[in-house]
């Protein structure tokens, strides 16, 4: 996929422009544009000329994305790439539209001081405009003058999309508002004409012809709505920017013996580096001397660190916890774990389909129409006798009453009152469409880890053999467990600190990266580990198997402990799950949706928690890359909402069409979800998508008054019941009816206030349809992959392949074992691979 920055976007509708225009151009097979990121995702063989020529007769500007290719990286393509991206993804349009709101506020309140405040309630003026109404009415013209000048941009957007056959909003906004300022223009020439005449009662007639405020209230009310989306999109793109500053800045190498601190794009594959004690590992690599617990939470979420000893591979931005290491550098720059996760990040965010507004996809048809029958209302009044200035005066006033105020109103405030409500109650909706679309989820996938679970383990189960008590068992795990910086150790302090255990003085303590530890006290030898371990010390009873046996089936990690004449006992620790998880997931199904376990977690324990929290799937041991594909799978059955805590979450979370982040989690989940769950509890999941079927059904309401009011004021502005009833658009009913229209809007918005997010009860009660998908599987033997890299291109190949489900690909082995969910030929899966460059030798 070939990757463009676009410039010039402002709305849903000029996205889908690109779009539209991109799809037609020769060559073309697919294209998908994000407004979130400003970028675009082309597929097919058209010359890159040629699709930037196609976005700029569209009305906007493109330039090709910098990207190095894996054989190129050498460390500097990341730097450069991410460059471009931080400065891509920098929120420049909020701070300019605060400028422009509070600006035009201050111009507003004057010229609403003048237009309402005086006419209607008699509010005090300088002497020198008593009765002075054409100087009245140049002034009020001059303040709208500014508050247009000011929001121009709305004036050069909407006409230039217009112009460009593809109406926005701006084009509504801008219609509106130049209208009203026209019309307003004429009756104040009129005004003077009345006053050369000496007829005062035309003067005042037409001073209440000025729609100068409505002119000036559009552009300044539009504006509100403008700088909340512009703040919500910086904020949603702040996922790239995080794991950006996740990438290690400087690395320790080794140069002709010394140690020399270099920065990151200097390091090269082959590179010897060092990795100290609480230093994170800079490029990833494979450990030539030393052994050390590397916590990998930054990739893969879980919670405990893995043991690392010489031979183990390490990737960057992990955490070095405890021993010294000495490494090679395997893959560096864009081919980083890292990198990788950056780049399915942007990716997932360029191919995310745009959710387009209710008010924008109307809006094609709404404005062409308003023109149509404002030209054909000045038209029909001419052909039947009035004079031009009446019949102009009937067109300009379809398009006056026809103003996209309520239309602008109608999504943005139910979208406020159901933000804020969401808010009040812990569930952030970062944007517009997040809140939107959450109702429509069918299928909720759900990380273990600090999502189902606590994240953190805890004791659950003591077990003592040999006549000691379980207080005693605890006392000699916490003597051996003091020194370690094992979370598993932790677990076990956690729960002697309870008990109020005090640690005894120890020796000879020795750590055993993979298997346990050992420790000395009153010259006998204790030992701690796991079964491998501890049966090579003192022998084990086949009951204490079988209960550990019994406590791994139930997801529990069981810790041998025993001294140097016998096994003391077994404890046995777990991540428990939170106690409103069961709740949350039963509610989920009672609401017709498909709820799946996604872990990197082993399928034994992964399979325990699942069946214990009662979900409908369970898929183990993905990886970052992994829950990404998985997402992606599931999406072809139907809308997917994940829920994830971690870093590793994040490709999946921004791949899935709404991306729900649990609070406690890291800041790169948080940003790279659309709702963040501030109080880390699994129930506010189904209120989130309560509370989003509740704000929908609101928004559709608000429509139907904004339209409504349309209908019944467009025909009276046009003079249709002049001839039946002599009824004739009256000013001051234009401007009340507009009001009447928002009001109508902003008052059942309000209504969301009652809405109550945590009943069940009213939850339709039926189960899903799961879709269930026949997995065959095939193995290609392919020649031609040397490294990691290679392996990578053919699993992406492959599984860019619609019928593949996933693509195991070892380079060593030679091989591709490919899952199917439907019938290909094999023809297919050889083109796809030979295409990247490879041979495939036979596919089985």
Same mark, same amino acid.
């Given at each position: 996929?070939?990757?463009?920055?676009?410039?010039?976007?402002?709305?849903?509708?000029?996205?889908?422009?690109?779009?539209?225009?991109?799809?037609?151009?020769?060559?073309?097979?697919?294209?998908?544009?994000?407004?979130?990121?400003?970028?675009?995702?082309?597929?097919?063989?058209?010359?890159?000329?040629?699709?930037?020529?196609?976005?700029?007769?569209?009305?906007?500007?493109?330039?090709?994305?910098?990207?190095?290719?894996?054989?190129?990286?050498?460390?500097?393509?990341?730097?450069?790439?991410?460059?471009?991206?931080?400065?891509?993804?920098?929120?420049?349009?909020?701070?300019?539209?605060?400028?422009?709101?509070?600006?035009?506020?201050?111009?507003?309140?004057?010229?609403?001081?003048?237009?309402?405040?005086?006419?209607?309630?008699?509010?005090?003026?300088?002497?020198?405009?008593?009765?002075?109404?054409?100087?009245?009415?140049?002034?009020?013209?001059?303040?709208?003058?500014?508050?247009?000048?000011?929001?121009?941009?709305?004036?050069?957007?909407?006409?230039?999309?217009?112009?460009?056959?593809?109406?926005?909003?701006?084009?509504?906004?801008?219609?509106?508002?130049?209208?009203?300022?026209?019309?307003?223009?004429?009756?104040?020439?009129?005004?003077?004409?009345?006053?050369?005449?000496?007829?005062?009662?035309?003067?005042?007639?037409?001073?209440?012809?000025?729609?100068?405020?409505?002119?000036?209230?559009?552009?300044?009310?539009?504006?509100?709505?403008?700088?909340?989306?512009?703040?919500?999109?910086?904020?949603?793109?702040?996922?790239?920017?995080?794991?950006?500053?996740?990438?290690?800045?400087?690395?320790?190498?080794?140069?002709?013996?010394?140690?020399?601190?270099?920065?990151?794009?200097?390091?090269?594959?082959?590179?010897?580096?060092?990795?100290?004690?609480?230093?994170?590992?800079?490029?990833?690599?494979?450990?030539?001397?030393?052994?050390?617990?590397?916590?990998?939470?930054?990739?893969?979420?879980?919670?405990?660190?893995?043991?690392?000893?010489?031979?183990?591979?390490?990737?960057?931005?992990?955490?070095?916890?405890?021993?010294?290491?000495?490494?090679?550098?395997?893959?560096?720059?864009?081919?980083?774990?890292?990198?990788?996760?950056?780049?399915?990040?942007?990716?997932?965010?360029?191919?995310?389909?745009?959710?387009?507004?209710?008010?924008?996809?109307?809006?094609?048809?709404?404005?062409?129409?308003?023109?149509?029958?404002?030209?054909?209302?000045?038209?029909?009044?001419?052909?039947?006798?009035?004079?031009?200035?009446?019949?102009?005066?009937?067109?300009?006033?379809?398009?006056?009453?026809?103003?996209?105020?309520?239309?602008?109103?109608?999504?943005?405030?139910?979208?406020?009152?159901?933000?804020?409500?969401?808010?009040?109650?812990?569930?952030?909706?970062?944007?517009?469409?997040?809140?939107?679309?959450?109702?429509?989820?069918?299928?909720?996938?759900?990380?273990?880890?600090?999502?189902?679970?606590?994240?953190?383990?805890?004791?659950?189960?003591?077990?003592?053999?040999?006549?000691?008590?379980?207080?005693?068992?605890?006392?000699?795990?916490?003597?051996?467990?003091?020194?370690?910086?094992?979370?598993? =150790?932790? #677990? *076990?302090? @956690?729960? +002697?600190?309870?008990?109020?255990?005090? &640690? /005894?003085?120890?020796? !000879?303590?020795?750590?055993?990266?993979?298997?346990?530890?050992?420790?000395?006290?009153?010259?006998?030898?204790?030992?701690?580990?796991?079964?491998?371990?501890?049966?090579?010390?003192?022998?084990?009873?086949?009951?204490?198997?079988?209960?550990?046996?019994?406590?791994?089936?139930?997801?529990?990690?069981?810790?041998?402990?025993?001294?140097?004449?016998?096994?003391?006992?077994?404890?046995?620790?777990?991540?428990?799950?939170?106690?409103?998880?069961?709740?949350?997931?039963?509610?989920?199904?009672?609401?017709?949706?498909?709820?799946?376990?996604?872990?990197?977690?082993?399928?034994?324990? =992964?399979? #325990? *928690?699942? @069946?214990? +929290?009662?979900?409908?799937?369970?898929? &183990? /041991?993905?990886?970052? !890359?992994?829950?990404?594909?998985?997402?992606?799978?599931?999406?072809?059955?139907?809308?997917?909402?994940?829920?994830?805590?971690?870093?590793?979450?994040?490709?999946?979370?921004?791949?899935?069409?709404?991306?729900?982040?649990?609070?406690?989690?890291?800041?790169?989940?948080?940003?790279?979800?659309?709702?963040?769950?501030?109080?880390?509890?699994?129930?506010?999941?189904?209120?989130?998508?309560?509370?989003?079927?509740?704000?929908?059904?609101?928004?559709?309401?608000?429509?139907?008054?904004?339209?409504?009011?349309?209908?019944?004021?467009?025909?009276?502005?046009?003079?249709?019941?002049?001839?039946?009833?002599?009824?004739?658009?009256?000013?001051?009913?234009?401007?009340? &009816?507009?009001?009447?229209?928002?009001?109508?809007?902003?008052?059942?918005?309000?209504?969301?206030?009652?809405?109550?997010?945590?009943?069940?009860?009213?939850?339709?009660?039926?189960?899903?349809?799961?879709?269930?998908?026949?997995?065959?599987?095939?193995?290609?033997?392919?020649?031609?992959?040397?490294?990691?890299?290679?392996?990578?291109?053919?699993?992406?190949?492959?599984?860019?392949?619609?019928?593949?489900?996933?693509?195991?690909?070892?380079?060593?082995?030679?091989?591709?074992?490919?899952?199917?969910?439907?019938?290909?030929?094999?023809?297919?899966?050889?083109?796809?691979?030979?295409?990247?460059?490879?041979?495939?030798?036979?596919?089985?």
């Amino acid at each position: 996929m070939k990757q463009y920055i676009v410039t010039g976007m402002s709305c849903a509708a000029c996205s889908a422009r690109v779009e539209k225009a991109v799809s037609k151009v020769e060559g073309v097979t697919s294209c998908s544009v994000s407004l979130l990121t400003n970028s675009m995702g082309v597929e097919g063989t058209a010359d890159a000329d040629a699709i930037i020529k196609a976005v700029e007769e569209a009305g906007y500007g493109a330039r090709p994305k910098e990207h190095k290719n894996a054989s190129e990286s050498s460390g500097t393509g990341m730097s450069s790439q991410m460059l471009e991206q931080e400065e891509m993804l920098k929120d420049h349009d909020t701070p300019v539209l605060k400028k422009r709101l509070w600006t035009s506020l201050g111009f507003l309140i004057v010229l609403m001081y003048f237009s309402m405040g005086h006419m209607m309630w008699n509010w005090p003026i300088p002497g020198w405009l008593e009765g002075n109404h054409v100087a009245m009415g140049l002034l009020q013209m001059l303040l709208t003058i500014a508050i247009m000048v000011i929001n121009q941009k709305f004036f050069i957007s909407g006409f230039k999309s217009l112009f460009h056959g593809a109406p926005n909003m701006d084009t509504l906004v801008a219609l509106g508002s130049s209208a009203a300022f026209g019309y307003s223009t004429y009756a104040l020439f009129a005004m003077t004409d009345m006053q050369v005449k000496g007829d005062m009662d035309g003067v005042m007639s037409y001073m209440h012809e000025f729609y100068f405020e409505s002119a000036a209230m559009i552009l300044t009310l539009i504006t509100v709505g403008k700088m909340l989306e512009a703040h919500s999109k910086g904020k949603t793109t702040d996922a790239l920017k995080g794991l950006m500053k996740l990438a290690p800045k400087t690395a320790v190498v080794l140069r002709d013996g010394k140690e020399v601190t270099v920065p990151i794009r200097e390091v090269k594959q082959k590179d010897i580096f060092v990795v100290r004690p609480g230093e994170n590992i800079p490029v990833d690599g494979r450990i030539l001397e030393g052994e050390s617990a590397v916590n990998e939470s930054a990739l893969t979420g879980e919670s405990i660190p893995v043991d690392k000893t010489v031979g183990d591979e390490v990737s960057a931005a992990t955490l070095n916890q405890s021993g010294f290491l000495k490494c090679e550098a395997t893959r560096v720059g864009e081919d980083t774990t890292l990198s990788q996760i950056i780049q399915m990040v942007s990716d997932a965010a360029a191919t995310k389909a745009p959710i387009a507004k209710i008010a924008d996809k109307v809006s094609g048809v709404f404005v062409p129409a308003v023109i149509t029958i404002a030209v054909v209302t000045t038209l029909v009044w001419l052909l039947c006798g009035a004079d031009f200035g009446y019949a102009l005066a009937r067109g300009i006033s379809v398009l006056v009453i026809s103003c996209p105020c309520a239309l602008g109103l109608a999504t943005p405030v139910a979208i406020m009152v159901g933000n804020g409500m969401g808010a009040r109650n812990g569930i952030m909706f970062k944007t517009a469409s997040s809140l939107e679309e959450t109702g429509k989820t069918q299928i909720v996938a759900l990380d273990k880890t600090g999502t189902i679970t606590n994240g953190e383990p805890d004791v659950t189960d003591v077990i003592s053999v040999g006549g000691i008590t379980e207080q005693e068992l605890l006392q000699f795990a916490l003597n051996l467990e003091q020194k370690s910086e094992h979370p598993l =150790a932790k #677990a *076990i302090l @956690k729960r +002697a600190s309870e008990m109020q255990l005090l &640690a /005894g003085d120890i020796t !000879d303590f020795q750590a055993l990266p993979g298997n346990g530890l050992t420790a000395k006290q009153g010259g006998v030898t204790f030992f701690a580990g796991n079964e491998n371990f501890i049966k090579d010390k003192v022998k084990i009873p086949d009951e204490i198997k079988d209960d550990a046996k019994k406590l791994s089936n139930q997801g529990k990690t069981p810790l041998y402990f025993a001294k140097e004449d016998g096994l003391l006992g077994i404890i046995a620790v777990a991540d428990l799950m939170k106690e409103d998880s069961q709740a949350a997931i039963k509610e989920l199904q009672n609401m017709g949706i498909q709820v799946v376990m996604l872990t990197g977690d082993n399928e034994r324990t =992964a399979q #325990a *928690i699942g @069946k214990l +929290a009662g979900v409908d799937d369970v898929i &183990a /041991g993905v990886l970052p !890359d992994g829950k990404e594909a998985v997402i992606r799978e599931l999406k072809k059955k139907g809308k997917v909402a994940m829920v994830g805590d971690g870093i590793n979450d994040a490709p999946a979370l921004t791949r899935a069409d709404i991306g729900i982040a649990i609070g406690a989690g890291t800041d790169i989940a948080i940003d790279a979800a659309d709702i963040v769950l501030m109080k880390s509890r699994l129930k506010d999941v189904p209120a989130a998508i309560r509370l989003s079927r509740a704000t929908l059904r609101n928004i559709h309401e608000n429509l139907f008054w904004a339209f409504f009011y349309n209908v019944i004021g467009i025909p009276l502005a046009a003079g249709v019941w002049i001839p039946l009833f002599h009824w004739e658009l009256n000013p001051m009913f234009g401007a009340a &009816a507009m009001s009447l229209s928002s009001f109508c809007v902003v008052t059942n918005a309000l209504r969301l206030n009652l809405f109550r997010m945590y009943d069940a009860r009213k939850d339709e009660k039926r189960k899903y349809k799961k879709v269930e998908e026949k997995q065959m599987e095939r193995t290609m033997k392919i020649e031609g992959m040397m490294c990691g890299h290679c392996e990578a291109r053919v699993k992406k190949c492959l599984e860019e392949l619609p019928e593949v489900t996933e693509a195991v690909v070892s380079h060593e082995n030679g091989t591709a074992v490919v899952t199917l969910n439907a019938e290909v030929a094999n023809d297919v899966l050889k083109k796809a691979v030979e295409d990247q460059d490879y041979k495939v030798v036979s596919i089985e």
